[in-house]
């Protein structure tokens, strides 16, 4: 039988009567590798490997302080995550080329995850069929029908997944498997949004706060949920001094000739149009070269623009600003994109912009717009 003892970063302590144990027979596995590995939030690292015996036996014993998650991995075969607390001793008996589905005695955690790998192992083998049978169509003369079919296929199976996750996650909120399963994606598509369903994550972190209060794993997740608090409250602050009647934010950028340095203060004593846009979205030329064709023939003609671009090229930037006869506004960049310190200070999404600001002559927020449409209607009234 193969054993091996891992004291590199689980040490020994005097209050520790016994190693936690993780063993088993693997039928088919006579004499082959057995790899386990420690996962947490920033990654997964090598613990350590056994061979297992002529019998397909192995063990390994593990001193720890708390909850530890561990993936096994045999071949290419896919890894069975265990979640191993202190004093444990984890038995697994199966086959080495199917390691998800084997029997698992010892530990409630690990049987309650194996739940959703085998299930998840299920709906993704269902969704590589289909990939290998649209492949298999492409050429076919219905291929738009077989492949609109193949799709409605996919988008029930993702949604399957999606509320056995949330289900999962309601059912056992103070589960550490839980943990586990809320950051899974399925495939490359995000399960379980954090936005649309913050519930879920409150309710775990609760959960793990009451259940595992001193776990890494819990206070990694409790100090995660922390921060996005903040950091929902401070967005919650930007947006409300966004609002009409609010000092309209200070910034100052390089012009397009980069000459001169511009800022909304500059215009102080007028009323100011400041446009957020990106040269590079259709979207947005066609929203202010509306602007512009209402402002050149209307009594508000002498309105002074200020055009934010979002660009990281010069030469795209000044294009746009040409091919839209928009020379002769007031136009800055900093040339950093959606990296750009004011997405943060103005609450931007790139892909939602254009957004329109109107500033009065003592620099306050009159409005903010979604379009140049909405904009001009407000001038309108």
Known sequence: ?????????????????????????????????????????????????????????FMFALFITEPIFYQLTVGKSDPLILILNPGEKIQIRGKADSLIFAQIQGSDESRLLQEYLIYTHKNLSLSESLAELLVQKSKDKDFLSIRDSIIRQFDSIYAEQKQFVKHFVQSHPSSLASLIVINQRFGRREVIEEHADNHLFVKLDSGLIAQYPKSKHTLNFHKQMAEKAREKEIKRMVRENLEPGHEFPYFRLPSL?????????????????VAFWVPAQKKSIQQLTRLRDYLSVSSYKDLSVLAVAFDIYSNRWANAIKLANMTHWNHVCDLKGDASPLIELFDLNIDSLPVFYLVDEKQFIMGKYKSADEFLLSLKK
Not at 11 to 34: E, H, P, R
Not at 257 to 273: T, Y
């Open 1 to 57: 039988m193969g054993c091996v003892s891992f004291e590199s970063c689980h040490t020994k302590s005097a209050s520790q009567s016994a190693a936690s144990v993780i063993q088993g027979f693997l039928t088919d596995g006579i004499q082959q590798k057995i790899i386990l590995q420690e996962l947490d939030i920033t990654g997964v690292y090598p613990v350590d490997s056994v061979i297992t015996g002529k019998d397909g036996s």
């Open 257 to 273: 000739d980069e000459n001169q340095w511009i800022s909304p203060s500059d215009f102080r004593g007028k009323k100011l149009v």
